[in-house]
């Protein structure tokens, strides 16, 4: 079975300045997306950046990208130029590319606080 | 501009009652999912639907219960509701391929 393994729980960055959040995940697949998704204090679910396993180029949202390392199986979220509304819980999350399900898959969360 | 909705958004229960939480999209998806999300351990699944009239369990089904007999809802039962159940739960609903995941707005449900 996939997981995904978020080991940071809280982290914290000074506004303006570059933080890195650490995902790792296990499967067998060679065919998958991975997810960064931001819940903010309102509750809501916000995709933020995704990344197909086929690609090798690394994707960028604006002040967000990845670092994918499939052999390495890690996904990291490099948020630059931080600001207050950064602030949120972080959830990594993996999709198989193949089957019915098709289940997303998430990790624990990082806590992400940005002081002004 | 409604996306996915999710009634109720709040809901305090007593051990034993039951309930029904209603997801609603409108956008012509054919996979949705129930989640739940807990402190510390992230979203996990409870249930999903691969289309209209089918259901399948996730990783967290006891307890629960869901149909989806139109395909703009899913329904998520509680048929005796236990503390162990007080979460906030999440619907979200996608296209087929790759297509993203879309939320609802959780429901906070609180079983004394």
């Known amino acids: 079975a996939q997981t995904v393994t978020q080991s940071q729980p809280e982290m914290s960055v000074q506004e303006a300045e570059t933080v890195t959040l650490s995902c790792t995940y296990d499967?067998?697949?060679?065919?998958?997306?991975l997810f960064w998704y931001k819940q903010p204090p309102s509750r809501q679910m916000i995709l933020v950046i995704r990344?197909?396993?086929?690609?090798?180029q690394n994707a960028t949202e604006n002040r967000f990208s990845v670092n994918f390392q499939k052999a390495a199986k890690s996904f990291s979220l490099k948020i630059s130029d931080s600001q207050l509304g950064d602030a949120a819980m972080y959830f990594c999350?993996?999709?198989?590319?193949?089957?019915?399900?098709?289940?997303?898959?998430f990790g624990t969360g990082t806590l992400l606080a940005v002081q002004p | 501009n409604a996306g996915v909705t999710q009634t109720p958004k709040f809901r305090v229960l007593k051990t034993g009652q039951s309930m029904t939480l209603l997801c609603a999209q409108d956008m012509n998806h054919e996979y949705m999912y129930w989640y739940r999300q807990d402190p510390g351990m992230g979203l996990r699944l409870i249930h999903y639907?691969?289309?209209?009239?089918?259901?399948a369990k996730g990783e967290v089904p006891d307890g629960y219960n869901v149909s989806r007999l139109k395909k703009q809802n899913f329904l998520l039962g509680l048929e005796s509701a236990a503390p162990s159940q007080t979460s906030v739960y999440f619907c979200?609903?996608?296209?087929?391929?790759?297509?993203?995941?879309?939320f609802g707005e959780g429901s906070r449900l609180t079983v004394l």
């Open positions: 499967t067998s697949e060679s065919d998958y997306y």
């Open positions: 990344q197909e396993a086929y690609k090798q």
């Open positions: 999350a993996y999709r198989s590319a193949k089957g019915a399900t098709n289940k997303l898959i």
């Open positions: 979200a609903s996608r296209a087929g391929g790759s297509g993203e995941l879309f």
């Open positions: 639907s691969v289309g209209e009239g089918t259901t």
